[in-house]
């Protein structure tokens, strides 16, 4: 009789099957860029030989007379069930758990080298075309994108019962993701960007304070706060999809998944409108300011040339007093002001905190004033702008008992208010940048495709085999897979996000800080509705079980708890970021306890 000899080829290593070995032999560590391709070179070579089959008699033991009874047996160990089953027909499979391990530790760096890739992808295309729909549509999605495709094969391939087992991995990516990004990387970045806090105001570049829990910390400003907001919001779908749970009913988990995916899907269209239109909005703002900035300003020069006295005894404007200023200010003594008069009286006038151009500020005063659209103020209109700019100042008077109601306070006041609301934007160094013709525009575009495609490709090729070597190194060492998906795919995913946002946090700016916690905010808000969505749509399409109570109960405690403390604050102590780290071990243990000690899961 014959009988098949395996051979099993990895790299230059031949194995026969008298002694089984997993038919892993792989490099163990890298140590460049361009260690990608090797390790694609080498996954490609391991795969199965082909089997011979040998003529020879089998070999007798030489003691039994029995043929059948002295044949050297084959180990009782290879059987079918401990085969693995290879990705793509080639790729390299084991079913030990240093394998396994291996495995996992080879895809989450390709993973990581597929989100590195689009992310610098992303950074030129927004670089050449700018914020808008660069910036507020492709970039989200494109960041989302690994984790989206790991979710979608976890839950994709294999029959139903497969898919129940594995998509418990995308689960583990999804809440793994969303707590280490507003755990331990959020309360990094607060300890690597901490500054002086002066006044609820990080000061800028001074860190004299060493690690001060209450006087050293980090501010943001508005906008941060308001994607905060939207990141609490995106948690809807979560709470969705658990009433039947909370309900104790059976009967509509189905139509629940489905509504969930509806109200996540217009999330996500909502989020990435706001993302589109959010400079414009910010450009308003902006505007808004710099109006005020320009009424400060103007009303306490004419304070000045007035030696003070531009209300009455009862607090009204004094017109009179006005009247006597515009006759001081029109040069020619026509009875109107013209551009060049206006421009005169404004050159001499110190506007606060911002670098205003004056013929933008003569600008605004003629809008304002200029009620007779002739491009001309005559003393009438002079006089009535001055006066609404006097009563729209005085509403932010804080009330004084020393400061009476014909008194000039109330600027001091709007000057006190117009700063505030100034910090709260942080326009900082913005400016109105020009497209620029970047002298390799061309080559810039080629170069941002060429990182988005290879990113993309990477993904989509080993987020397969990443999924099962995670599932494989469950089964191997008896380890639900969600903990492992929750602990070492996010690093995998999320880790350039997270050194880049890290690396950014530390130039110990306002600015930079605000861009950090919006990107971490934005980031896990994507993984609330694009990812969800993902994940939702699986479970609809292939009626899968809806068993995730712990898991959600951990996005929802951390993104809320974490969300609504930034949604009304712009400012954060350093012990801030010491209760976020600990979010993290809390999660873990939240889930084991509820899982196994109350029988969730």
């Known amino acids: 009789m014959g009988f098949k000899r395996h051979t099993y080829i990895c790299s230059e290593l031949v194995v026969s099957v008298g002694t089984y070995h997993p038919p892993i032999t792989m490099p163990a560590s890298l140590t460049s860029h361009r260690s990608i391709f090797l390790i694609l070179w080498i996954v490609i070579l391991c795969g199965h030989a082909h089997a011979r089959f040998f003529s020879r008699d089998p070999l007798s033991d030489g003691v039994s007379t029995n043929s059948w009874e002295g044949l050297l047996r084959l180990p009782s160990t290879i059987?079918?069930?401990s085969?693995?089953?290879?990705?793509?027909?080639?790729?390299?499979?084991?079913?030990?758990?240093?394998?396994?391990?291996?495995?996992?530790?080879?895809?989450?760096?390709l993973m990581f080298k597929a989100a590195t890739f689009l992310s610098g992808g992303s950074e030129l295309l927004l670089e050449i075309l700018g914020p808008g729909i660069v910036g507020g549509l492709f970039l989200p999605i494109l960041g989302a994108l690994p984790d989206a495709m790991l979710i979608l094969v976890s839950g994709l391939s294999g029959s139903k019962e497969t898919a129940q087992s594995q998509v418990s991995v995308g689960m583990g990516l999804l809440a793994g993701s969303t707590v280490l990004l507003l755990t331990i990387i959020w309360g990094t970045c607060v300890i690597v960007g901490k500054c002086d806090i002066e006044d609820s105001i990080a000061i800028d570049s001074r860190d004299t304070r060493g690690f001060s829990l209450t006087e050293s910390g980090v501010?943001?400003?508005?906008?941060?706060?308001?994607?905060?907001?939207?990141?609490v919001i995106s948690v809807l779908p979560f709470v969705i999809v658990q009433l039947p749970q909370i309900l104790n009913s059976t009967s509509g988990r189905h139509l629940a998944v489905l509504i969930a995916l509806i109200v996540s899907l217009c999330l996500l269209a909502a989020y990435c409108l706001y993302q589109i239109f959010q400079p414009w909005i910010q450009r308003r703002k902006l505007e808004y300011i710099k109006h005020k900035h320009v009424i400060l300003g103007f009303l306490t020069h004419l304070k000045k040339r007035a030696l003070g006295r531009l209300l009455n005894d009862n607090g009204e404007p004094d017109k009179e007093v006005i009247r006597k200023l515009f006759t001081t200010i029109d040069e020619n003594q026509d009875g109107s002001l013209t551009h060049n008069e206006l421009r005169a009286?404004?050159?001499?006038?110190?506007?606060?905190?911002?670098?205003?151009?004056?013929?933008?500020?003569?600008k605004r005063i003629m809008n304002d004033f200029d009620t007779s659209g002739n491009e001309l103020v005559d003393q009438e209109e002079f006089v009535n702008g001055v006066c609404r700019w006097l009563q729209r100042a005085q509403r932010a008077r804080v009330a004084s008992r020393d400061a009476g109601p014909h008194t000039m306070k109330f600027l001091s006041d709007?000057?006190?208010e117009t700063k505030r609301e100034h910090d709260l934007l942080d326009v900082g160094d913005q400016t109105n940048e020009e497209a620029e013709g970047i002298e390799n525009s061309k080559w810039t575009s080629i170069k941002a495709v060429l990182f988005l495609l290879l990113g993309s490709i990477i993904a989509a090729a080993f987020a397969d085999p990443l999924v099962d070597a995670v599932d494989n190194f469950s089964e191997a060492t008896?380890?639900?897979a969600f903990f492992i998906s929750f602990i070492a795919l996010p690093l995998a995913t999320n880790s350039s996000e997270a050194v880049s946002a890290i690396i950014f946090a530390s130039r110990d700016k306002r600015q930079t800080a605000s861009l950090t916690f919006s990107e971490i905010y934005g980031a896990v808000t994507m993984n609330n509705v694009l990812c969800l969505s993902v994940f939702l749509a699986l479970v609809y399409a292939r009626g899968l079980t809806w068993?995730?109570?712990?898991?959600v109960l951990v996005i929802l405690v951390v993104c809320i708890l974490l969300g609504v403390f930034a949604s009304f604050r712009t400012v954060f102590p350093l012990w801030t970021s010491i209760l976020a780290i600990l979010l993290y071990p809390f999660s873990l243990a939240l889930v084991y306890v509820l899982d196994y000690v109350f029988g969730w899961s």
């Open 219 to 231: 501010s943001t400003d508005i906008w941060t706060s308001y994607s905060a907001r939207i990141m």
């Open 345 to 362: 009286l404004v050159i001499g006038i110190q506007f606060e905190e911002i670098d205003l151009d004056h013929d933008d500020a003569v």
């Open 478 to 480: 008896s380890i639900p």
């Open 414 to 416: 709007f000057h006190t």
């Open 83 to 109: 085969s693995c089953e290879q990705t793509y027909g080639f790729l390299p499979c084991t079913t030990t758990i240093m394998g396994n391990l291996f495995l996992i530790i080879i895809y989450g760096f």
């Open 79 to 81: 059987t079918a069930e």
């Open 547 to 551: 068993d995730f109570s712990s898991e």
